[in-house]
């Protein structure tokens, strides 16, 4: 009977250990694997930036040359950086093209088939709740006229959320149509769409807002107003 009892109390210390080494993996270990692969994901961007060329200078009026037709979003690899002031001011992330599971593991994830940054349309962006950095952590404190503002290198893209967070499931897809049915938007415009998980611990719900393109400027004339403390 010893020898049970025993056996049994080392089998359940045993299963204990291997939980709070899986705990402590979810909890701490794939936040610190994330939020260093998303700070080379934005190391990548700024060296690409670093190394776009100048305009080119029209050889007869000495204007700009037209600009080349934007680079196609290639899944996987980051495209521009996310700051979100209501999430703090040292908030940002990167956004790269898809939302494959070990995309997701390295950022912000671009819905592929909707709009491109800045354009007509709806811009929609997914990103985890917890694990793999917490980026949505805090979701639930967005409010309607917050700021989310993105840069590809060259402009500044100033959203304003108009709504949420809504909750609802994960087969409602409509929330990432170009002129979502739920928004409140009657027009075909220039949206966002940010999506992540709810619970916090689980995947049964959506929590979404919906945001609209307020403003644009270009980098060389500085941070915009929403990012100046």
Known sequence: MRVVVRTVSELCLTVGALIVLFVVYVLFWTGVRADGAMDDQIDVLHHAWERQPAPAASP????P???APPAPYRAGRPFAIMYIPRLGFTWNKPVLQGTAVDTLKKGLGHYAGTARLGQRGNFAVAGHRRTYGDPFKDFPRLRAGDAVVLTDGTTWFTYR??????KTVPSDVEVIDPVP???GYADTGRYLTLTTCDPEWGHSHRLIVWAH???T???EAGKPAALRR
Not at 60 to 63: D, F, L, M, P, V
Not at 161 to 166: A, C, F, Q, T, V
């Open 60 to 63: 007869s009026a000495g204007a």
């Open 65 to 67: 040359s037209a600009p």
């Open 161 to 166: 959320i108009d709504k949420g967070p809504y």
């Open 181 to 183: 049915r739920k928004s």
């Open 213 to 215: 393109l307020d403003s």
């Open 217 to 219: 400027q270009p980098v």
